[in-house]
């Protein structure tokens, strides 16, 4: 039965999937790296999932070849040899989706990161055993449930309730269901049956195949920005709820730290995050500060909307590869209960290089760059992931899909960033210059892009801002004028620029500094809501008109700064908080006031 | 289990070593290939089949034949005899004693390809380490548990910065802890090493220093193993014995060179520049040993050393290490040539870890503001410099020209240093510099910032 000799994990959710068919073995007879090949005394499928020898050491089979089948192992290799036996689980990589996911660290398999007796990650982990949980029924006996319902809700001790679904697969009438109370996520909760007359046990957690996309009823275009809190975003670059945006960067531009900015202050109801092949401390740094900081909408602590799935760079390379799609999976099935969710994934590169690491292995003809010739299609069905949608469930809900590119030295020409940009929506090109000015969120102005801004416009004047769009393409503009002034500047030099030149190089400073520079490290600004970003838009558009008013008036354009309300204005976003909207009207009429003493006439102090 | 088999060698290509299969060794096993025609060569296995086994030499496979090679398997990975009587030692590039004193009485052996550390047991690091530079302390701060590499140049003064750090770094107001430095010459030329073991002998350093040297004329190939050996002593003393590591590791060009010698020879499909796809990778296992653990006392710091090739950061060396390490500190060639010293470039610097590690908690509680404030400012400098350089500083408004002394006095007086500086000095000669600049120009800075720093006394 178990010629590994080890108890079974019982809960091991590969194994929920193997109906009918017989559980296979095999015996290696070759491996190198992480590929082996094994002899097998039963039928394995393509994609199978299998586990390797004592420590069981997860695998999927890549390749059928007569009677032998090649695995590619998802762990450290070592010490394995002709002989050691392969056992078949029946099933596709699967993952474990229930109430235990929200607030913990997993894998790139998705199973739990946890605190040990030793510090390092050694091969063979197990799957997270069974949890307990508050379950509460929300069906009776008779009912008639679709595929994909929800049957009850789950709450850990303290915590909000999260509802529990059905597997996709599985619907009919309810036949029994397990009483409110204590229940472990593992036991069966509701046993269905189906036309058939067939009857099946489901329990509050399921697994599900990582590459296969969860099925929606219906899926809807999106027309609502996701609000991040970061003005550059929401006002010149926004994504859609269900939309898709990638962040490119060369080292050390800020993708990490805006990620985590999204994470912090957009408003999703869970949050993924995907560490791919980057660093440990950075993992350990969101584990380290999320439980203290506070969701600005629910008031409780930002770890429990949020999972984390880390393969880190040291970890091993073909989990990495699979692990985009355990956070893709997770994603989808928190947005099947009718939730808005964000899927960071930092990066998207590492996974790319992943994919060409184990397709090199394979013997696969490299493409460009050395990528195999299906990455473009791998990049799509990623993003293809996003979208808001009417759930099998009933509820609207929706997986917006950010993702970092690390493009090698920088440039954006690679293939990993120009197949991404032809599908995604929102493209946030993040730029060396402004990063190492140490100007954040370095965003670059010119080179991002947002297909879908204009679509937002009505959702901005709902929540009292009319003149979003409007204001929007100002700025852009301003900012495109800016650049090419800067060139001329170059040339002839500043002071040669005539008075509304110069003025709009004052004018494209401010728009920088006072509304588009925000720290993602500061108490105040790290997260800028939609009523202060209007506000703020309104009082950088305001300044812009009385400057330019000021100037037609014959006003020198280098006396602006040297106003007293100009450095409030720069300082703005750092210095007036989410609750204090009124100093912002205050910071409006001291401007007015002291371009009117300007345009007067009255030479102010000092000049 | 040591198991010695003869005559069973089929094959020698490259650094591989065919075998036929007459022993149950697991992949990866460690092996030790002796020949009459000189020191026994390391090798693990690198590929099994029913019948035939491949053994992967780390080292030079010159002058090995088939028929009297004799392989000695240790039935487990390449491992590290390791005890705190690592300190004071010097080794070659694989953990043997060359400094003719006894060998190492090891107290634990650890695997040398080591474990990735569990993100969930690694403690933030924020300890702030006081170097004496300026350029760092006060602008690109290290923390204890940081990788903070040096890119610098064939001719710049790396070495010497290093070792300015190595012997200065402490701790502020703090026990200063049991401070261990473990140094991995992998690939460098006799001189650079000497100068490392004589400066640390000057500093006193030497008897908590273990020195591993790969020299540049020793084995290339033995180049892959002297940074793991050198960190898995790191990791013990780190880890095991408490010690606060810092771990030098120079030239990571060096190793990379070697990494691209032995993929090519083992045929693999080569990536950008002929390195190995896979090199992001394995220059991880290598960087991510960093680290501080809950529940340790010790703690692993980081400063690899790497030469960019054609002074190109670009360049698949700085770029990949880029990517991995928390930052990097960057020596310019135009600074040194116009005698700033030491010529740290700081706009392309960069120290991930500063926040967590400076401010009132650490530091104080206007650094940050500063800091951000000064590379503002010389941002500014430098495109105002660059404006200079067609239409002349005349050509300049008011407020440019005034950036442009900012720039020399921030290069001549704020990154050049002749002695080290406490981080109180630092800060006040870069409070001194912002002087000059017009208040509406300090963004950066709240006003009580500029009326407690900045106001005429
Ligand atoms: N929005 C921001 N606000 C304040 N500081 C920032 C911001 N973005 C980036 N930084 C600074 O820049 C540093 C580098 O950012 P980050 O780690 O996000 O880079 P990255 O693009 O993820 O690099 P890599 O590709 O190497 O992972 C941060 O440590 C931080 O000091
Ligand atoms: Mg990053």
Redesign the interface.
């Known amino acids: 039965m178990n010629p590994t000799g080890r108890p079974r994990d019982e809960s091991a959710p590969q194994r929920v999937g193997a109906e009918g068919r017989p559980v296979s073995h095999a015996e290696i007879v070759a491996v190198a790296g992480p590929v082996l090949r094994a002899r097998a005394s039963g039928a394995f499928a393509l994609r199978e999932a299998v586990e390797v020898g004592d420590h069981a050491l997860l695998g999927e089979v890549v390749k059928l070849d007569g009677d032998e089948i090649v695995v590619q192992v998802y762990e450290d290799t070592a010490g394995l040899r002709p002989g050691v036996a392969v056992e078949g689980s029946g099933a596709p990589l699967s993952v474990p989706l229930g109430p235990g996911l929200l607030g913990r660290m997993f894998d790139g398999l998705l199973r739990p990161l946890v605190r040990g007796e030793t510090p390092f990650v050694r091969p063979g982990m197990r799957r997270a055993a069974g949890e307990v949980f508050a379950f509460t029924p929300l069906a009776r006996p008779g009912d008639e449930l679709p595929a994909g319902a929800i049957f009850g809700e789950a709450a850990r001790e303290g915590l909000p309730a999260q509802a529990c679904l059905l597997p996709p697969t599985a619907g009919g009438t309810v036949v029994s269901i397990a009483p409110g109370g204590a229940l472990a996520d593992t036991a069966v909760a509701c046993t269905l049956r189906d036309a058939s007359g067939a009857e099946r046990g489901v329990a509050m957690r399921h697994a599900w195949p990582v590459r296969t996309p969860r099925p929606v009823l219906a899926r809807r275009v999106p027309d609502a920005p996701l609000i991040t809190g970061q003005r550059v975003l929401d006002t010149l670059f926004p994504v859609a709820r269900g939309g898709k945006a990638a962040i490119p960067g060369g080292f050390g531009t800020g993708k990490t730290v805006l990620l985590e900015a999204l994470a912090k202050g957009c408003d999703a109801d869970v949050i993924v995050y995907l560490g791919c092949g980057e660093r440990g401390n950075e993992m350990a740094g969101v584990l380290a500060e999320f439980p203290e900081l506070v969701d600005p909408r629910t008031g409780r602590a930002l770890m429990e909307r949020t999972v984390v799935i880390a393969n880190t760079s040291n970890m091993p390379v073909s989990a990495r590869e699979a692990s985009i799609y355990s956070a893709a999976t997770v994603a989808e099935y928190f947005r099947d209960q009718g939730l808005h969710v964000a899927l960071m994934a930092d990066s998207t590169s590492r996974w790319a290089e992943a994919l060409r690491e184990v397709s090199g292995r394979f013997g696969e003809l490299p493409g460009e760059g050395g990528y195999p010739a299906y990455l473009a299609s791998r990049i799509a069905e990623f993003y293809e992931r996003a979208a808001i949608a009417d759930t099998l469930c009933g509820r609207v809900g929706s997986v917006t899909v950010i993702g970092a590119i690390s493009p090698p030295s920088g440039d954006f020409s690679e293939p990993v960033t120009s197949h991404t940009k032809r599908y995604v929506k929102a493209f946030w090109a993040l730029d060396v210059q402004r990063a190492q000015a140490r100007f954040y969120p370095a965003i670059h102005p010119l080179q991002s892009y947002a297909e879908d801004a204009a679509a937002f416009a009505p959702w901005w004047t709902s929540h009292g801002n009319s003149r979003w769009l409007e204001l929007r393409r100002r700025f852009l503009t301003l900012l495109d004028e800016q650049a090419r002034l800067e060139r001329m500047a170059r040339i002839v030099g500043k002071d040669a620029l005539p008075a509304r030149q110069q003025l709009a190089l004052t004018c494209a400073d401010v728009l920088n500094e006072a509304f588009l520079r925000q720290s993602a490290f500061s108490p105040v600004d790290r997260r800028c809501g939609p009523a202060r970003q209007g506000a703020m838009m309104r009082v950088t558009a305001r300044f812009l008109d009385l400057a330019q008013a000021a100037v037609e008036a014959g006003v020198a354009p280098e006396r602006i700064p040297r106003l007293d309300a100009y450095r409030p204005l720069l300082r703005m976003g750092e210095e007036i908080g989410e609750d204090e909207l009124e100093r912002f009207d205050a910071l409006e009429a001291a401007l007015e006031r002291e371009f009117a003493a300007l345009v007067g006439g009255a030479p102010p102090a000092g000049a | 289990m040591l198991v010695t088999v003869e005559h069973a060698a089929a094959r020698l290509e490259g650094p591989l070593m065919f075998l036929r299969?007459t022993v149950?060794?697991?992949?990866?096993?460690a092996v030790e290939v002796h020949s009459p025609s000189g020191p026994p060569r390391l090798g693990r296995v690198?590929?099994?089949?029913?019948k035939h086994m491949?053994i992967e030499v780390l080292e030079s496979t010159a002058g090995l034949d088939l028929g009297r090679s004799v392989v000695r398997f240790f039935g487990e990975?390449l491992a590290f005899g390791l005890s705190g009587g690592v300190l004071g030692r010097v080794f070659n590039g694989v953990g043997e004693p060359v400094d003719g004193g006894p060998p190492i009485a090891a107290a634990q052996r650890h695997a040398v390809d080591?474990?990735?550390?569990?993100?969930?047991?690694?403690?933030?690091?924020r300890d702030f380490i006081e170097t004496g530079v300026t350029a760092i302390d006060l602008l690109n701060s290290l923390v204890r548990?940081q990788k903070l590499p040096l890119f610098s140049a064939g001719g710049l003064p790396h070495d010497r910065l290093a070792v300015a750090i190595a012997t200065h770094a402490r701790l502020r107001d703090a026990e200063p802890g049991a401070f261990a430095i473990v140094f991995a010459g992998i690939g460098v030329p006799w001189e650079s090493a000497e100068y490392f073991r004589a400066s640390l002998a000057r500093s006193g350093a030497l008897a908590r220093t273990a020195l591993f040297l790969n020299l540049a004329s020793d084995s290339s190939t033995q180049r892959l193993l002297t940074p793991r050996f050198a960190l898995t002593a790191a990791e013990y003393l780190a880890?095991v014995e408490g010690k606060h590591v810092l771990a030098i590791l120079t030239d990571m060009t060096n190793y990379c060179e070697a990494l691209r010698e032995v993929s090519s020879s083992k045929g693999?499909?080569p990536?950008?520049k002929g390195f190995p796809?896979?090199m992001?990778?394995d220059l991880?296992?290598l960087y991510?040993?960093a680290?501080i653990?809950?529940g340790?006392p010790g703690s692993l710091t980081q400063l690899p050393i790497l030469t960019m090739p054609a002074d190109d950061i670009?360049?698949?060396i700085p770029?990949l290490t880029?990517?991995?390490t928390?930052?990097?500190i960057v020596l310019s060639r135009e600074l040194d040539r116009r005698g700033v010293d030491p010529p740290i470039d700081v706009?392309?610097s960069?120290s991930?870890?500063m926040?967590?590690g400076v401010g009132g908690r650490f530091t104080h509680a206007d650094h940050?503001a500063l800091?951000?404030q000064l590379?503002?400012a010389y941002?500014?400098a430098v495109q105002a410099r660059?404006?200079a350089s067609?239409?002349?500083a005349d050509?300049?408004?008011?407020?440019?020209r005034r950036y442009l002394a900012f720039g020399d006095a921030f290069e001549g007086t704020l990154v050049r240093q002749e002695e080290p500086r406490t981080l109180e000095e630092s800060m006040a000669a870069g409070w001194r510099l912002l002087r000059d600049l017009?208040?509406?120009?300090?963004?950066r800075l709240?006003?009580a910032q500029i009326a407690a720093h900045l106001s005429e006394a």
């Open positions: 299969r149950d060794a697991g992949l990866g096993d690198a590929a099994l089949d029913t491949t990975p080591g474990l990735p550390l569990n993100p969930v047991e690694r403690a933030n690091p548990g880890y693999e499909v990536s950008r796809g896979a992001y990778s991880a296992t991510e040993r680290g653990v809950h340790h670009g360049h698949p770029d880029g990517y991995i928390e930052g990097q706009l392309p960069l991930r870890l926040k967590d940050p800091a951000s590379y503002a941002a500014r660059v404006l067609v239409v002349g050509g300049l408004a008011e407020t440019d017009p208040r509406a120009e300090l963004a709240s006003d």
